[in-house]
């Protein structure tokens, strides 16, 4: 975590440095007012809109040792959206308190908090309401975990209903150990949350949280364009009702690392692709959909379904062919916890 500090006095720089010096897993810069300035904390002229708003854009948290209303109006002008902001805190400068004033959940500042009170000996102020009413806060959990959440209003509806009630999670893998607060099993009902990689949800308003695990395998005729690529991979996930997000990488047989289509389509999605060996593929158990005019050619009876298994526990979408594309798509282990 890359973090911005910002001190204006001397008894706040030396709050600062202590910070920084308990956080040693993250990166971090001092600024302060000019004539506190020293080897390492960084002058501020003249502290504009336009300093703050590049430390604003360029850091994970920023950390103001001062009153809240300094940091207030310093970061007001750049808050965009919870899904993006980064965590805004505010620490007295004699650290008693802990204050975290922007993107408690997503952005981490409620956890950092948390964090800076314990090694500060502060006291942490949380005022979002799910953590002082001991309730999960899902965003926050999903954040946690990289899963993708596909509507902030529907977080929203969750972290309002679950002040009220227990919420309905269904999740497509197993879910191991207790529920956290404010989560019953259950797969209907007005909200709820679904954690998945289809698309279909089955709440009236379901708030659909992505895991990003799916593998990618794809073969294809020598020359195959992008677009018959594409159009092959939109086919199977369309049919299967697969969210693309879910899928976090793509591979192929080595015979193919200089078809463009290919690299270009992998390129286009940001899916890091890899290329492996007849043999490094030939070692993949299970069953497959085997052909032996592939094998004639490749030397392994099926490159989609070998390839999107390396580092994947199972098939989830057998080999699919479309105008001399093949596709599938594996997920990788996935256990879902709360504690």
């Known amino acids: ?22 956080l040693p897993e993250h990166s971090g810069r001092i600024y302060s007012v000019e004539r506190l300035a020293e080897a390492d904390i960084m002058p501020i ?22 009153a ?35 993107s408690g959940h997503i952005g981490g ?9 314990e090694v500060l000996g502060a006291q942490a102020v949380i005022t979002t309401a799910t953590d002082i009413n001991h309730r999960i806060s899902i965003d926050a959990w999903a954040e946690e975990r990289g899963f993708i959440i596909d509507s902030m209003a529907s ?25 956290a607060p404010g989560l019953i099993p ?8 679904c954690l998945g990689v289809h698309v279909a949800a089955p709440f009236e308003n ?28 939109n086919a199977v996930l369309e049919n299967e009702g697969i969210d693309r997000r879910a899928i976090k990488s793509a591979a192929s047989i080595d015979l193919k690392a200089d078809e463009e289509g290919l690299i270009e389509y992998c390129r286009k999605m940001g899916w890091p692709l890899s290329f492996y060996t007849a043999d490094e593929l030939r070692s993949v158990s299970g069953v497959f959909s085997g052909s032996a005019f592939v094998e004639r050619v490749t030397g392994v009876d099926t490159v989609c379904e070998r390839a999107a298994l390396i580092g994947a526990e199972r098939l989830i979408v057998k080999k699919t062919a479309l105008n001399g594309v093949t596709v599938a798509l594996a997920a990788e282990h996935l256990e879902v916890q709360f504690g």
Do not use: Q, W
């Open 109 to 117: 500042a409620n956890a950092l908090a948390v964090k800076l009170s």
């Open 1 to 22: 975590m890359k973090l911005s500090l910002f001190a204006f006095s001397k008894t706040g720089c030396d709050t600062a440095r202590l910070i920084l010096d308990n």
């Open 206 to 233: 379901s708030l659909r949280l992505i895991p990003p695990i799916l593998r990618i395998g794809i073969g294809c005729r020598r020359g195959s364009s992008e677009d018959a690529i594409e159009s092959a991979v």
């Open 68 to 102: 809240c209303g300094i940091a207030v109006r310093a970061v007001a002008p750049h808050i965009r959206s919870k899904n993006s902001d980064p965590a805004v805190i505010c620490v007295d400068e004699r650290a008693n308190y802990v204050i975290p004033i922007l």
């Open 45 to 66: 002229c003249r502290p504009s809109s336009e300093f703050y708003g590049r430390c604003f854009n360029e850091s994970d948290a920023l950390i103001f040792v001062s």
């Open 186 to 193: 259950g797969n209907k009902g007005p909200v709820g949350v």
């Open 155 to 179: 977080a929203k509806a969750v972290s309002a209903a679950v002040l009220e009630g227990d919420v309905p999670f269904f999740s497509e893998f197993p879910v191991i150990g207790e529920y």
